[in-house]
């Protein structure tokens, strides 16, 4: 693989689809909540992407089963109160370096341009560090307009003393120059385990925004399951850097966002 390609599964037919980001991150605050709607309101793949920015390794579950690293597109039609098309990309993994990250980036965001997507949401958690008792959801957007939407949902806006690293922002930033808008919601998380709490608060704002349903009941049932993958996927990564010399941090781009 000299490049990255998506691999189309099925061929869909969605008119104006909302796009939502939801890759691994901080806390896979993100993730969960991604997993959580495409589960509960049966989304169905269409697409996968595979790149060789990617981590060099696969994934081999309880069964002996190999999983390759990549990202997936799943896709509703006419969902929620206003029946809107939906497009979510969810995946294993993010790019190791930056110039993985736009090349990736870029493709997604051509992908999607070509069914008319206009406006983006991605997810991810917001690093503190330490204990969270009850987490906030900030956010950020790409006009005002959005960004004052935003506080009618209390949610708190990013101020200007930190980015957005990784998919979830660049999404956003490659989105704007092809003329889409969104935002980016995150979880208040310690960052340091998956967060069923911080994904609940994502999510919570998220059903009001996209005027659909979800049972939220499962979610930490879902977290669980989660914890053991990421488990699993975290010491596959400390084995190979440590058989590539890596410097601990310097493999962590992937996870901020």
Not at 24 to 42: D, F, N, R, T
Not at 83 to 106: A, K, M, V
Not at 154 to 163: F, I, K, P, W
Not at 178 to 204: H, Q, R, W
């Given at each position: 693989?000299?490049?990255?390609?998506i691999?189309?599964?099925?061929?869909?037919?969605?008119?104006?689809?909302?796009?939502?980001?939801?890759?691994?991150?901080?806390?896979?605050?993100?993730?969960?909540?991604?997993?959580?709607?495409?589960?509960?309101?049966?989304?169905?793949k269409?697409?996968?992407?595979?790149?060789?920015?990617?981590?060099?390794?696969v994934?081999?579950?309880e069964?002996?089963?190999?999983?390759?690293?990549?990202?997936?597109?799943?896709?509703?039609?006419?969902?929620?109160?206003?029946?809107r098309?939906?497009?979510?990309?969810?995946?294993?993994?993010?790019?190791?370096s930056?110039?993985?990250?736009?090349?990736?980036c870029?493709?997604?965001?051509?992908?999607?341009e070509?069914?008319?997507?206009k406006e983006?949401?991605?997810?991810?958690?917001?690093?503190?560090?330490?204990?969270?008792e009850?987490?906030?959801?900030?956010?950020?957007?790409?006009?005002?307009?959005?960004?004052?939407?935003?506080?009618?949902?209390?949610v708190?806006?990013?101020s200007?003393?930190?980015?957005?690293?990784?998919a979830?922002?660049?999404?956003?930033?490659?989105g704007?120059?092809?003329?889409?808008?969104g935002?980016?919601?995150?979880?208040?998380?310690?960052?340091?385990?998956?967060?069923a709490d911080?994904?609940?608060?994502?999510?919570?704002?998220?059903?009001?925004?996209?005027?659909i349903?979800?049972?939220?009941?499962?979610?930490?049932?879902?977290?669980?399951?989660t914890?053991k993958?990421?488990?699993k996927a975290?010491?596959?990564?400390?084995?190979?850097a440590?058989?590539?010399?890596?410097?601990p941090?310097?493999e962590?781009?992937r996870y901020?966002?």
């Amino acid at each position: 693989m000299k490049e990255t390609f998506i691999k189309m599964i099925k061929e869909v037919d969605l008119h104006d689809p909302i796009f939502i980001e939801a890759l691994p991150g901080i806390g896979h605050v993100g993730k969960l909540v991604a997993e959580h709607i495409i589960h509960e309101l049966g989304a169905e793949k269409f697409a996968e992407l595979y790149s060789p920015s990617f981590p060099p390794q696969v994934f081999v579950d309880e069964d002996g089963i190999v999983e390759p690293m990549k990202n997936e597109f799943f896709y509703l039609k006419s969902r929620g109160e206003d029946e809107r098309d939906f497009i979510f990309l969810g995946g294993n993994t993010q790019g190791l370096s930056p110039e993985g990250q736009y090349e990736i980036c870029g493709s997604i965001m051509d992908f999607v341009e070509k069914y008319g997507v206009k406006e983006i949401y991605t997810l991810g958690g917001l690093g503190t560090g330490q204990p969270v008792e009850k987490p906030k959801v900030f956010g950020a957007a790409t006009n005002k307009e959005l960004a004052e939407m935003l506080k009618d949902y209390e949610v708190t806006l990013r101020s200007a003393d930190g980015g957005i690293i990784g998919a979830s922002g660049l999404i956003l930033g490659l989105g704007m120059s092809k003329g889409m808008n969104g935002v980016c919601l995150m979880g208040e998380t310690p960052g340091y385990f998956i967060d069923a709490d911080a994904s609940k608060a994502v999510l919570t704002v998220l059903v009001k925004l996209l005027k659909i349903e979800v049972d939220v009941a499962k979610l930490e049932e879902r977290a669980e399951e989660t914890r053991k993958m990421i488990s699993k996927a975290q010491q596959m990564e400390r084995e190979m850097a440590e058989r590539m010399n890596i410097v601990p941090g310097e493999e962590d781009l992937r996870y901020i966002g």
